[in-house]
């Protein structure tokens, strides 16, 4: 179930239309998204993809961090 739920966030990566911010440091985040299923933990990944499903059901929203 977790990983159809990122499939959907996959496309928008990949187009560019989410971006992470370079000043700050998503190390961990882009490590649980890039080795789904490997890592011991996914909470990042998680939050990632709940941000996500609540961006596209609302339309758009720029968010600072």
Request: glycine fraction near 8%.
């Amino acid at each position: 179930y977790k990983y159809s739920r990122m499939r959907g966030s996959t496309g928008l990566l990949q187009q560019g239309k989410v971006l992470f911010n370079k000043y700050r440091d998503f190390t961990v985040m882009k490590d649980e998204l890039i080795f789904m299923g490997e890592t011991s933990f996914d909470d990042c990944a998680d939050s990632f993809n709940i941000v996500v499903q609540e961006l596209m059901r609302r339309g758009s929203l720029h968010l600072d961090y």
